[in-house]
Nanobody
Framework: QVQLVESGGGLVQAGGSLRLSCAAS????????MGWYRQAPGKQRYMVAY???????LYATSVKGRFTISRDNDKNTVYLQMNSLKPEDTAVYYC????????WGQGTQVTVSS
């Protein structure tokens, strides 16, 4: 059974940092491109960053230069380091395979206060 467990969210002031983690079951992590997605209230979920098995990365324009995605294949874990956070980064953050996500985990809430 596919499992994705996101953690690391919280409340932070604008300009602050958070590091999100996502533990994935081996069956979906191994050799797959993994992405971080976010969904703000009333808006669609969309991908903010992905990392391939070969560790090529790509970022949405809105987070480029502020967020860094990485992965630890030994731990089946993908990370999202978020710096210089802005109120518009407030959302529930999810990880999943990219570009075809499977079942979603519970996500982790990130709230950035101004």
């Amino acid at each position: 059974q596919v499992q994705l467990v996101e953690s690391g969210g919280g409340l932070v002031q604008a300009g602050g940092s958070l590091r999100l983690s996502c533990a994935a079951s081996g069956s979906i992590f191994r050799a797959n491109t993994m992405g971080w997605y976010r969904q703000a209230p009333g808006k669609q979920r969309y991908m903010v960053a992905y990392i391939t098995g070969g560790e090529t990365t790509l970022y949405a324009t809105s987070v480029k230069g502020r967020f860094t995605i990485s992965r630890d294949n030994d731990k089946n874990t993908v990370y999202l380091q978020m710096n210089s956070l802005k109120p518009e980064d407030t959302a529930v953050y999810y990880c999943n395979t990219y570009p075809n996500p499977g079942d979603w985990g519970q996500g982790t809430q990130v709230t950035v206060s101004s």
